[in-house]
């Protein structure tokens, strides 16, 4: 701690509460460290536990009817992308695809209604005003016919008998859960584009930490939150806790606590793959994780007391709770300490204290290089639990995650903040803008390359 400034050690003794002080610092400095170690033996402990233990799909088994829905707001460069391999490459029969057409303003309904003419399992489903995707996705609930429903993004899509491996857990008991209980079960999203720093940075997160996570949250038995671009749910557990929250920012986090603070099981197949799209520049990635970062803080005010009021009721999730309470109170820690840090350097500047400013940028280097080997040791743990050795090549890039998700996450969280509380307390908009797309020919290329090598 001998890189701290002096004035905190002298008003950590002037009011007494010294080891508070230490302990409180060492808990926030060392979180990342602490974090990533835990999420390093969760995911591993998963592999030689869990992966054997889950429900597989015989094909004796009939097919339970499913519903895909798709909410779809100004999606015209991918919708018939997407579409394509919902039709045309699932290893299942027993299916319908509904595709709510939320408000949109460009040709999106033009190209939906040329695909229904010539596919009769695909349906439309119209909303006239904007109203979110959380409010779309309830509105083809409604009008969905299957027992199971899939939701599915516009950009994402699956292929061949994932909906079988999806499909099992709630139809086969396993070791893991009896498949009455599960209210969602939900997959590995693999980012197809990556033509630049930032789309490669999340082909790293994705396939690596993400995926560690989340198996690391299957062995606690709770799960943060689904993937809002492709989970498979239950339609009476949707039902049982009001469908989608349209006043939160992201419905993924909402339904995943809801779902489980109201007794249902949540889990996560490392082998259920999807195809995601993902933001490529700095623009897109910080407004996509500032929502994501919303959608969290949002969650977690919302259903605070409720865990911290019941905390054996609701156990384990109290264990979720508490590590997105540590995460946002680390990401305020974070941009204090930089800034305290700016001005005690800029101090010793001034004042001509070189042998301090030295000893600084050394403990400093020191302690980040070791933040820096424990992410990259956990980056590299990830890829080799969830892809195997020749994974590894991404590596590569490895840094450049680093580097960019360190910095975004905790400035999403800051400025995030304010909204989230604005949006508990007055009620949150519904409404969304869609995202800057690929072209589909473009999409349509790299996926084909992304299942050739994955």
């Known amino acids: 701690m001998t890189m701290l ?56 088994f009939e097919e339970p009817f499913i519903s895909i829905l798709i909410a779809a707001h100004n999606e015209e460069a991918t919708i018939e992308g997407t579409l394509h391999y919902l039709l045309d490459t699932l290893e299942y029969s027993n299916y319908e695809i509904l595709v709510i057409n939320d408000g949109s303003t ?84 693999t980012p197809v584009n990556r033509s630049t720093i930032v789309a490669k940075s999340q082909f790293i997160e994705f396939n690596s930490i993400v995926g560690l996570i989340k198996q690391a949250q299957t062995v606690i038995g709770r799960m943060f939150a689904v993937s809002g671009a492709n989970t498979l749910y239950r339609k009476s557990a949707l039902n049982d806790v009001g469908y989608f929250d349209q006043g939160k920012a992201t419905e993924d986090i909402a339904i995943a606590w809801n779902m489980q603070l109201k007794g249902w099981r949540v889990h996560y197949d490392p082998n259920v793959r999807s195809y995601i799209e993902v933001p490529e ?16 803080i949002e969650v977690f005010l919302t259903y605070a007391l409720t865990v911290l009021r019941h905390p054996f009721k609701t156990f ?27 001005f005690y350097v800029g101090y010793l500047v001034i004042t001509g204290n070189w042998e301090r400013v030295l000893h600084f940028f050394v403990m400093s280097g020191i302690f980040v290089m070791f933040e820096f080997i424990v992410g990259y040791l956990q980056l590299t743990i990830a890829l080799l639990i969830n892809h195997g050795i020749d994974s590894l090549k991404y590596m590569l890039f490895a840094s450049w995650y680093v580097v960019i998700m360190w910095m975004v996450n905790p400035y999403t969280i800051l400025i995030a903040t304010p909204d989230a509380v604005r949006a508990v307390i007055t009620g949150g908009s519904g409404t969304w803008v869609s995202p800057e797309r690929m072209n589909k020919d473009k999409v349509n290329a790299e996926a084909t390359e992304e299942e050739q090598t994955v």
């Open 281 to 296: 520049t700095g623009k897109e990635l910080v407004r996509q994780r500032k929502r994501w970062a919303q959608g969290g």
């Open 106 to 189: 460009d040709s999106t309904a033009e190209v939906l209604v040329q695909l229904a003419n010539k596919h009769e399992r695909l349906r439309i489903v119209t909303v006239e005003k904007n109203k979110g995707k959380a409010h779309a996705l309830t509105v083809g609930a409604m009008h969905a016919k299957g027992e199971f429903l899939l939701s599915n993004d516009a950009d994402t899509f699956i292929t061949g008998d994932t909906l079988k491996r999806m499909a099992a857990w709630m139809v086969v008991d396993s070791e893991l859960a009896k498949a009455d209980e599960i209210g969602a079960v939900t997959g590995n999203p």
């Open 316 to 342: 384990p999730f109290i264990f979720i709770f508490f590590d997105q309470m540590v995460s946002i109170l680390w990401a305020y820690f974070f941009w204090i300490s930089m800034t305290i840090s700016v």
């Open 5 to 60: 400034p002096d004035f905190i050690n002298q008003l950590s003794h002037a009011l007494n509460f010294n080891t508070l002080i230490y302990v409180v610092l060492f808990a926030f400095v060392f979180y990342p460290v602490v974090g990533g170690s835990f999420w390093i033996l969760g995911g591993s402990f998963y592999v030689f536990w869990a992966r054997k233990k889950r429900p597989v799909w015989n094909d004796d």
